[in-house]
């Protein structure tokens, strides 16, 4: 798949309450567990935080990837349009914005996010990476990869596992709307001459990139 398509999701349609968003939660905990996605961004993290380290989710969503997190002591907040689900813990922040608008990034050394930045267009990651840019010293972002394989085999793995037409859908659009090679840090502007950046793909079909801004 050479370039990177974007439309719309059906989940962002829906209120986190709708039965379809919810068994879409389900398809995506599942989604992320076979992926591997959470287990590789906790260790990652935790690899590479310092003391003091305040850390931002971008598309939180319900919580789940900050649980472990939360519970290894990791100080980290939590960004998305969505509210602030009802187990979220008091000494953390929710942020319920648009990371679009959001204006507070100057507190946050460490951005990391899961299935979120493939949501945007090309524009809105150049912006992004402005802010980032200016305020951040690490970025760890975990996305679909860019293949029509993976299109394929969830096209027709899904409905085995049970996925709903929600999850159907978006996984077919978001592996359209996912990266390839170096894509993404050039997409956030992440300058070689200033950011050390490592882009994997693994068996699976995730896209994974460590950025570190240089000293």
């Not at 990177?4 to 599942?30: F, G, K, M, V």
């Not at 859908?169 to 300058?191: K, T, Y």
Request: hydrophobic share 40%; glycine share 6%.
């Amino acid at each position: 798949m050479k370039l990177r398509t974007l439309q719309a999701e059906l989940l962002d349609s829906l209120p986190p309450s709708h039965p379809d968003a919810q068994h879409n939660r389900r398809d995506l905990r599942l989604t992320n567990h076979l992926m591997g996605n959470h287990r590789w961004m906790v260790q990652t993290l935790c690899n590479v935080l310092q003391p003091g380290d305040r850390v931002l989710e971008l598309g939180a969503g319900t919580g789940e990837l900050c649980r472990p997190l939360h519970a290894n002591g990791t100080n980290v907040d939590g960004l998305d349009v969505w509210p602030r689900p009802h187990d979220w813990p008091s000494k953390y922040i929710w942020h319920q914005a648009d990371l679009r608008f959001f204006a507070d990034w100057e507190l946050y050394p460490v951005v990391i996010g899961n299935l979120i930045f493939h949501q945007f267009s090309n524009t809105d990651l150049a912006s992004l990476g402005d802010h980032l840019k200016s305020n951040t010293r690490i970025i760890i972002a975990c996305e679909p990869e860019r293949r029509k394989v993976s299109q394929f085999l969830y096209r027709i793995l899904g409905p085995i596992f049970r996925a709903n037409h929600v999850s159907l859908h978006d996984a077919h659009v978001s592996i359209a709307a996912g990266f390839q090679n170096n894509e993404l840090p050039r997409l956030l502007g992440l300058d070689p001459s200033g950011w050390d950046c490592r882009c994997s793909c693994t068996l699976m079909g995730a896209y994974r990139m460590i950025a570190r801004r240089r000293s």
